[in-house]
């Protein structure tokens, strides 16, 4: 079994629909959760970072971690066809570059 | 502001052929390094890490190894490569100024 699971898609939504992202994990030591956005071909750009359980939100983004189900999740509002991408979920225990990645989701935002 | 820099962008290699790819991170100093790696339809695989001059993490046995010779330059190399090498190699950084990962564009290798 993955410490990481992520369904990797596609995710195929039209312009202006909500984008529903999660991933599961098994090792309850995790503490850090990131999600990464990587356009094809090029390196993971940092969307978001949360530290625990809880709820962070930054402009249409919204990230959210349920530590008691292992279950990490990002939503994106109003999505446009620039959101197109694969979104790498990652996480680690204390360390900010040790990380473990789920395989990551493709989403298609179609005009 | 701190920028990372990875080269070359793009590399065909045939079989038992060396390999060097070389990473350096400008405006920071002391910075953790990181060696990544991406197999298609995967996800990330830590390979190496190093949180100072001369002082090399291996996260998983593999035919490759890293250095690094100076503060920011962070250099992955191969004697022979296997085609199980192929992929996309990430370097990355985190430490002074960034806590968070941050990646370059990466480099992709084929093995042929």
């Known amino acids: 079994q993955k410490e990481v699971e992520q369904d990797p898609g596609p995710l195929s939504v039209p312009e202006g629909a909500i984008v529903s992202l999660n991933c599961t994990y098994s090792?309850?030591?995790?503490?850090?959760f990131m999600w990464y956005r990587q356009y094809s071909r090029k390196g993971p750009e940092l969307l978001m970072y949360?530290?625990?359980?809880g709820n962070k939100e930054d402009g249409r983004f919204t990230a959210q971690v349920d530590k008691s189900s292992k279950y990490i999740s990002l939503f994106i509002r109003d999505s446009q066809p620039s959101d197109s991408a694969t979104y790498l979920c990652?996480?680690?225990?204390?360390?900010?570059?040790?990380?473990?990645f789920g395989a990551g989701t493709q989403v298609v935002v179609t005009p | 502001s701190q920028t990372i820099h990875q080269w070359p962008a793009t590399l065909v290699q045939p079989v038992g052929s060396p390999l060097s790819l070389e990473c350096t991170v400008e405006?920071?100093?002391?910075?953790?390094l990181y060696w990544y790696r991406q197999a298609a339809g995967r996800g990330l695989q830590l390979l190496f890490y190093?949180?100072?001059?001369?002082?090399i993490s291996s996260e998983v046995p593999q035919n490759l190894s890293a250095s690094r010779p100076q503060d920011r330059q962070f250099i992955l190399s191969s004697k022979k490569l296997l085609l199980s090498d192929s992929g996309f190699y990430l370097c990355?950084?985190?430490?002074?100024?960034?806590?968070?990962?941050?990646f370059g564009a990466g480099s992709r290798l084929t093995v042929l």
């Open positions: 990355a950084w985190s430490g002074p100024g960034a806590n968070v990962l941050t």
């Open positions: 090792n309850s030591a995790f503490q850090y």
């Open positions: 949360t530290y625990s359980s």
């Open positions: 990652a996480m680690s225990e204390g360390s900010w570059g040790k990380l473990q």
């Open positions: 405006g920071t100093s002391n910075p953790n």
């Open positions: 190093s949180v100072g001059i001369g002082q």
